[in-house]
């Protein structure tokens, strides 16, 4: 039993190394040529680490701006995201279309006092005649009406030219 076991390790072995020394296209059996390596060089450098991530961002603090009058814009006097305080000025309209309404409140004021001042003279006249017996009581009234007309008129356009 010992030489049948001794002649299978030495079957296995020479199994083992039958293809040892066949050419396989290396030319005699010497030692295969070197293998090619990549070189790199290290270089220290700073990099800049980033990333692009999707997302959503959304502002601690919004504001949302509705204005009193419209117009046309003059001027931007601040940029987008900067940040402002209270009473900052933030646009810039154009002038012209309001001076033109102040001046049309102005004007209506001064026509509406010019016509309380000629109602309270013709008031004035009314009674005077009423007095003399030379004018009805009906007219006499309608100017007192015609001055009321007139002074609540001034206040009407006082009221405009100031809002």
Request: with cysteine.
């Given at each position: 039993?010992?030489?049948?076991?001794?002649?299978?390790?030495?079957?296995?072995?020479?199994?083992?190394?039958?293809?040892?020394?066949?050419?396989?296209g290396?030319?005699?059996?010497?030692?295969?040529?070197?293998?090619?390596?990549?070189?790199?060089?290290v270089?220290?450098?700073?990099?800049?680490?980033?990333?692009?991530?999707?997302?959503?961002?959304?502002?601690?603090?919004?504001?949302?701006?509705?204005?009193?009058?419209?117009?046309?814009?003059?001027?931007?006097?601040v940029?987008?995201?900067?940040?402002?305080?209270?009473?900052?000025?933030?646009?810039?309209?154009?002038?012209?279309?309001?001076?033109?309404?102040?001046?049309?409140?102005?004007a209506?004021?001064?026509?509406?006092?010019?016509?309380?001042?000629?109602?309270?003279?013709?008031?004035?006249?009314?009674?005077?005649?009423?007095?003399?017996?030379?004018?009805?009581s009906?007219?006499?009234?309608?100017?007192?009406?015609?001055?009321?007309?007139?002074?609540?008129?001034?206040?009407?356009?006082?009221?405009a030219?100031?809002?």
């Amino acid at each position: 039993m010992r030489t049948a076991l001794f002649a299978f390790v030495l079957c296995a072995i020479v199994g083992c190394g039958a293809g040892g020394g066949h050419d396989q296209g290396h030319g005699g059996g010497g030692m295969p040529p070197p293998s090619e390596v990549a070189i790199y060089v290290v270089v220290e450098r700073l990099q800049a680490e980033w990333q692009v991530t999707p997302g959503r961002l959304e502002a601690v603090q919004t504001v949302e701006i509705r204005p009193r009058v419209s117009g046309f814009l003059e001027r931007v006097a601040v940029l987008e995201g900067a940040l402002v305080k209270p009473g900052d000025l933030l646009l810039e309209l154009d002038p012209r279309p309001f001076t033109v309404a102040v001046q049309r409140a102005e004007a209506q004021v001064a026509d509406a006092t010019a016509r309380r001042g000629q109602a309270q003279k013709d008031a004035a006249r009314a009674k005077e005649l009423l007095e003399a017996k030379a004018f009805s009581s009906e007219e006499a009234e309608q100017r007192e009406s015609a001055l009321a007309v007139a002074t609540a008129a001034v206040a009407v356009a006082e009221a405009a030219a100031s809002a």
